[in-house]
């Protein structure tokens, strides 16, 4: 007697991973290093000394970039609760008009 094994579930089916994509990684790295250049230009214009401006380049964008991370955390999450209350009949008009733009069908995700 054989047993049925499983079926995997639908990998369109999963909701979008929590877990930081080597894309989303690489997004903030480049945030960050434009951030530090202008910080520490801003700051250099304002004070005149390479000390205060490279302390203010490296704190505050550091800052500012995790918080710009955790941003774009907060607007995905949203818009997978958005979905899930629309409904298929919604999220099939917004794929039929965004073409699925962020790698998510978004039909699939409604369900």
């Not at 049925?4 to 999963?14: C, H, I, T």
């Not at 909701?15 to 960050?32: I, M």
């Not at 203010?56 to 710009?68: D, G, R």
Request: hydrophobic residues 50%; proline residues 5%; glycine residues 8%.
């Amino acid at each position: 007697m054989q047993t049925a094994v499983p079926a995997l579930p639908d990998p369109s089916l999963r909701s979008p991973s929590l877990r930081p994509s080597r894309t989303e990684l690489a997004k903030t790295a480049t945030y960050l290093a434009i951030h530090l250049t202008v910080g520490f230009s801003v700051a250099y214009a304002l004070t005149g000394s390479v000390e205060v401006a490279g302390g203010i380049a490296l704190i505050e964008p550091c800052v500012n970039a995790v918080a710009f991370f955790f941003h774009e955390r907060a607007w995905q999450a949203d818009w997978r609760v958005w979905r899930r209350r629309a409904g298929d009949a919604v999220a099939r008009w917004i794929d039929s008009r965004l073409g699925g733009g962020n790698g998510v069908d978004l039909a699939a995700a409604a369900r």
